[in-house]
């Protein structure tokens, strides 16, 4: 029988319960964040070479960065769903180019501006932070409408989600 070498140091598995997802430009939103996916990353098309006697192969050498969604609770108010909303409509400049002005004057550093950074702190088995994941440059590309519905029996809160394109996003251990 072989002998278990390396064996890790933290047997301890991620729980999906302990993460908090905070964007500066949306304060709200980070209070009814109810499910947050961490996206996915691959490399670009493999190349292979062909020599006479087998197969060579290359790896890609640019990664891509998949879009990741929030799912959120929306709050009386419809402060958590606004906020978000207005962003959007600032991008898309439905109505004139001020809207849009707005958004690039504020500036990236300011964490208002058309491009924000985010941040997914990821806590341990304690609750405490445990890595933080930063995204670079995000900006929102769809928002999920929602229903009211009179027949429920129940009282299930409305939910509505967004989805999120960056540049990319980097770890650092806490």
Request: charged share 15%; hydrophobic share 40%.
């Amino acid at each position: 029988m072989a002998s278990i070498h390396g064996q890790p140091a933290d047997i301890n598995f991620l729980s999906p319960l302990g993460y908090k997802f905070t964007i500066s430009k949306l304060p709200n939103l980070e209070y009814f964040v109810q499910s947050f996916n961490v996206p996915q990353i691959g490399l670009n098309e493999t190349r292979d070479i062909q020599t006479p006697f087998n197969k060579i192969i290359v790896p890609g050498d640019h990664l891509t960065w998949n879009q990741f969604s929030v799912t959120f609770k929306i709050d009386e108010d419809m402060y958590s769903y606004f906020e978000l909303y207005d962003w959007m409509v600032g991008i898309g400049k439905p109505d004139n180019f001020g809207q849009y002005a707005a958004l690039a004057n504020a500036g990236k550093t300011t964490g208002q501006g058309v491009q924000v950074d985010a941040d997914l702190v990821i806590l341990n088995g304690t609750m405490n932070p445990n890595i933080k994941l930063t995204f670079y440059d995000i900006i929102p590309v769809t928002l999920s409408g929602f229903k009211f519905d009179s027949t429920l029996t129940n009282v299930d809160y409305i939910t509505a989600s967004a989805s999120f394109k960056y540049r990319e996003y980097v770890y650092e251990r806490l």
